[in-house]
């Protein structure tokens, strides 16, 4: 009994076997105060929170999310159309404080790698185990005058006041007048989004205002996702003018005119410019980015950053796995990362989990299309297993995107 | 000795106390089932309880029904843009898992809520479905015939459509016969009654 160490005396004294027992023996150090930040309370960071307290209750969980309110991206487009509220999209955090998730309405300010530490105003919280979810932010400075207009011309890209804003201005937008739409170059957030919104916007035009048409230029040679899908449903709207390849550059608010990297210049009479985007500012900041400067790389298993120990990363704000920047599919990374952080800080080995995908778009006022993606992990990397579209648009499409985000709001925040 | 002993003692027994505080808050994922199952919530619903009407609720489903359904839309025999490429992925896993994982979780009615005239002209129609399904809805043991108690009716609606269309087949050439032969008589007012009847089953 010379040399007696706790875990010999545990072993000894047969109390190590009812430890053992009943889950295995975890370091002390640990064991003493385990705590997981999550920063971005959106998809990815609400769900890592609430499926981190799920895995293990012992656990301390923050989130730090300045908004005190949820709104869906998924479905805002329906919102431009008229066919759905705002108010439908927005919920609240309580559901995350019954699984015991502590949240904090502020802005993580700065990420301390070293000190296991994110700053929060004055006050700094430690972490064992640090989520990063932030989401995206717009790289203003590539398209000339838009930082100086930003406010004025409006995104819509992350739902909230803006999608209201763009709302009111279809609304308000005589019968015949223009409107031009901007697609980013990949990649950006919900790659078939751009395309939902503008079959929901010519078939408002198209059903409102019949003299109206809709420019879309598409910084991309070809619509980016569910390509023959979407093609078949510009067909129905005569009102609907794609333009491929056309990059915008420069906007001139005063003359209400885009200018393309062709040289052709778009008048409007409204505009929704959908910036192209990186990773979220603090992924930045605290050099999680990759050489692109714009987005993280991470382990596919644990969605730990390749560049920084104890920070994982999730959501849209990473790169390098075959997957959409969707809300499904951050979703599924938050339950994954909670997973593989919640068995580190156990001193287990993470289980093997590939995401899925399963995504809709809505086309019109009743009909839907969707693209579904099932992943495996292979040589420790996600990979494809297969993609299935459906046949065409219908309104059992659009029945089962409301089964869908019924069950994954409540699965992110429920 | 021994007295360096007992302060280490004080202390074992502590943190033995507090362990034991923590494992009895066990999560609710400790299975492979459960891990292997975790992107399946995003739309059955957190333990397999969808709370969409469209979407099948899993809690409580019997394995080898589960694990039919699943070679059915691998194999291409069942026809759902969502399934098939999902039931590769439950696939690659070996199915065994998730499908005890689902059996073996309870099941909560369907969430949403059914017109009670529907409800009331569906349990009539349903005396021609009992003598499989089972005069609650439960099934058969061996997971041939599904439980229909408490499954969300937009999803057993749909399911009895595609039955009527022959674009779903019973295996068993029995069930085919007897299910052509009650479905002829029905359109799909009735399929919607009848699944409200069966949603509405406690």
């Given at each position: 009994m010379q040399n007696l160490t706790r875990r010999n005396f545990l072993k000894a004294s047969g109390l190590g076997a009812a430890l053992l027992g009943a889950g295995g023996i975890r370091s002390f150090a640990a064991e003493a105060k385990r705590r997981v930040v999550v920063i971005g309370g959106g998809w990815g960071g609400a769900t890592a929170a609430k499926y981190s307290r799920l895995t293990d209750p012992s656990i301390e969980v923050t989130l730090l999310e300045p908004s005190r309110e949820f709104i869906s991206c998924p479905f805002s487009n329906l919102v431009l159309a008229g066919v759905e509220s705002l108010k439908n999209l927005t919920m609240n955090y309580n559901g995350l404080r019954k699984h015991g998730v502590k949240i904090r309405h502020e802005a993580a300010a700065a990420i301390e790698p070293d000190k296991r530490r994110v700053r929060v105003g004055k006050d700094s919280l430690e972490y064992d185990r640090l989520i990063v979810s932030p989401g995206i932010d717009f790289q203003w400075e590539l398209v000339e005058g838009l930082a100086q207009a930003k406010d004025t011309v409006l995104h819509a890209w992350k739902a909230g006041p803006q999608t209201l804003q763009l709302a009111k201005q279809l609304q308000s937008l005589a019968d015949g007048g223009v409107v031009v739409m901007t697609v980013p170059p990949v990649a950006f957030r919900c790659p078939p989004g751009p395309y939902e919104r503008a079959s929901m916007i010519a078939w408002y035009l198209h059903t409102k205002k019949p003299k109206s048409k809709l420019i879309v230029l598409d910084a991309n040679k070809d619509i980016v996702s569910k390509t023959g899908l979407f093609k078949a449903v510009f067909k129905d709207y005569p009102n609907l003018d794609y333009r491929p390849s056309q990059k915008v550059e420069k906007i001139d608010v005063g003359a209400k005119e885009v200018t393309t990297e062709p040289g052709d210049k778009v008048k409007y009479d409204v505009i929704n410019l959908i910036p192209p985007q990186r990773a979220g500012a603090i992924a930045v900041e605290a050099d999680l980015v990759g050489g692109d400067k714009r987005w993280c790389e991470v382990d596919h298993?644990?969605?730990?950053s390749v560049k920084q120990k104890n920070i994982h990363v999730i959501g849209?704000?990473?790169?390098?796995?075959?997957?959409?920047?969707?809300g499904n599919v951050a979703n599924a990374m938050g339950k994954i990362c909670a997973t593989a952080v919640v068995n580190l800080l156990n001193g287990k080995e993470p289980p093997v989990i590939a995401p899925g995908n399963t995504c809709y778009s809505w086309v019109n006022d009743k009909e839907a299309i969707a693209v579904v993606n099932a992943y495996k992990i292979e040589n420790g990397k996600v990979v494809q297993i297969e993609q299935k579209l459906t046949p065409g648009k219908s309104v059992a499409v659009a029945r089962n995107s409301l089964a869908w985000r019924a069950s994954i709001w409540n699965d992110v925040l429920g | 000795m021994r007295k360096s002993l007992l302060p280490s003692l004080l202390l074992v027994t502590m943190l033995v106390l507090i362990f034991a505080a923590a494992e009895t808050e066990a999560g609710p994922l400790d299975s492979p089932g459960a891990q292997k199952a975790l992107v399946c919530s995003a739309c059955h619903g957190f333990a397999g309880n969808s709370p969409g009407n469209t979407v099948p609720i899993l809690?409580?489903?019997n394995a080898n029904y589960f694990k039919k359904a699943i070679k059915d839309y691998a194999e291409g025999k069942r026809l759902s843009p969502e399934m098939e490429p999902y039931s590769k992925y439950v696939v690659q896993f070996g199915v065994d898992d998730i499908a005890n994982y689902f059996a073996s979780q309870k099941r909560q009615p369907a969430k949403v809520k059914a017109d009670p005239n529907a409800v009331s002209r569906g349990a009539t129609l349903a005396t021609q479905c009992i003598s499989c399904h089972g005069d609650k809805g439960d099934g058969d043991t061996e997971g041939t015939i599904p439980a229909l108690r408490g499954q969300a009716a937009g999803f057993v609606q749909a399911q009895l459509a595609l039955f009527k269309a022959d674009k779903r087949k019973p295996e068993d050439a029995i069930l085919e016969e007897s299910k052509k032969r009650i479905l002829k008589g029905l359109d799909n007012n009735d399929f919607a009654d009848l699944a409200a009847y069966f949603a509405s089953l406690k």
């Amino acid at each position: 009994m010379q040399n007696l160490t706790r875990r010999n005396f545990l072993k000894a004294s047969g109390l190590g076997a009812a430890l053992l027992g009943a889950g295995g023996i975890r370091s002390f150090a640990a064991e003493a105060k385990r705590r997981v930040v999550v920063i971005g309370g959106g998809w990815g960071g609400a769900t890592a929170a609430k499926y981190s307290r799920l895995t293990d209750p012992s656990i301390e969980v923050t989130l730090l999310e300045p908004s005190r309110e949820f709104i869906s991206c998924p479905f805002s487009n329906l919102v431009l159309a008229g066919v759905e509220s705002l108010k439908n999209l927005t919920m609240n955090y309580n559901g995350l404080r019954k699984h015991g998730v502590k949240i904090r309405h502020e802005a993580a300010a700065a990420i301390e790698p070293d000190k296991r530490r994110v700053r929060v105003g004055k006050d700094s919280l430690e972490y064992d185990r640090l989520i990063v979810s932030p989401g995206i932010d717009f790289q203003w400075e590539l398209v000339e005058g838009l930082a100086q207009a930003k406010d004025t011309v409006l995104h819509a890209w992350k739902a909230g006041p803006q999608t209201l804003q763009l709302a009111k201005q279809l609304q308000s937008l005589a019968d015949g007048g223009v409107v031009v739409m901007t697609v980013p170059p990949v990649a950006f957030r919900c790659p078939p989004g751009p395309y939902e919104r503008a079959s929901m916007i010519a078939w408002y035009l198209h059903t409102k205002k019949p003299k109206s048409k809709l420019i879309v230029l598409d910084a991309n040679k070809d619509i980016v996702s569910k390509t023959g899908l979407f093609k078949a449903v510009f067909k129905d709207y005569p009102n609907l003018d794609y333009r491929p390849s056309q990059k915008v550059e420069k906007i001139d608010v005063g003359a209400k005119e885009v200018t393309t990297e062709p040289g052709d210049k778009v008048k409007y009479d409204v505009i929704n410019l959908i910036p192209p985007q990186r990773a979220g500012a603090i992924a930045v900041e605290a050099d999680l980015v990759g050489g692109d400067k714009r987005w993280c790389e991470v382990d596919h298993v644990t969605y730990e950053s390749v560049k920084q120990k104890n920070i994982h990363v999730i959501g849209d704000a990473t790169i390098g796995l075959p997957v959409p920047k969707s809300g499904n599919v951050a979703n599924a990374m938050g339950k994954i990362c909670a997973t593989a952080v919640v068995n580190l800080l156990n001193g287990k080995e993470p289980p093997v989990i590939a995401p899925g995908n399963t995504c809709y778009s809505w086309v019109n006022d009743k009909e839907a299309i969707a693209v579904v993606n099932a992943y495996k992990i292979e040589n420790g990397k996600v990979v494809q297993i297969e993609q299935k579209l459906t046949p065409g648009k219908s309104v059992a499409v659009a029945r089962n995107s409301l089964a869908w985000r019924a069950s994954i709001w409540n699965d992110v925040l429920g | 000795m021994r007295k360096s002993l007992l302060p280490s003692l004080l202390l074992v027994t502590m943190l033995v106390l507090i362990f034991a505080a923590a494992e009895t808050e066990a999560g609710p994922l400790d299975s492979p089932g459960a891990q292997k199952a975790l992107v399946c919530s995003a739309c059955h619903g957190f333990a397999g309880n969808s709370p969409g009407n469209t979407v099948p609720i899993l809690a409580g489903i019997n394995a080898n029904y589960f694990k039919k359904a699943i070679k059915d839309y691998a194999e291409g025999k069942r026809l759902s843009p969502e399934m098939e490429p999902y039931s590769k992925y439950v696939v690659q896993f070996g199915v065994d898992d998730i499908a005890n994982y689902f059996a073996s979780q309870k099941r909560q009615p369907a969430k949403v809520k059914a017109d009670p005239n529907a409800v009331s002209r569906g349990a009539t129609l349903a005396t021609q479905c009992i003598s499989c399904h089972g005069d609650k809805g439960d099934g058969d043991t061996e997971g041939t015939i599904p439980a229909l108690r408490g499954q969300a009716a937009g999803f057993v609606q749909a399911q009895l459509a595609l039955f009527k269309a022959d674009k779903r087949k019973p295996e068993d050439a029995i069930l085919e016969e007897s299910k052509k032969r009650i479905l002829k008589g029905l359109d799909n007012n009735d399929f919607a009654d009848l699944a409200a009847y069966f949603a509405s089953l406690k």
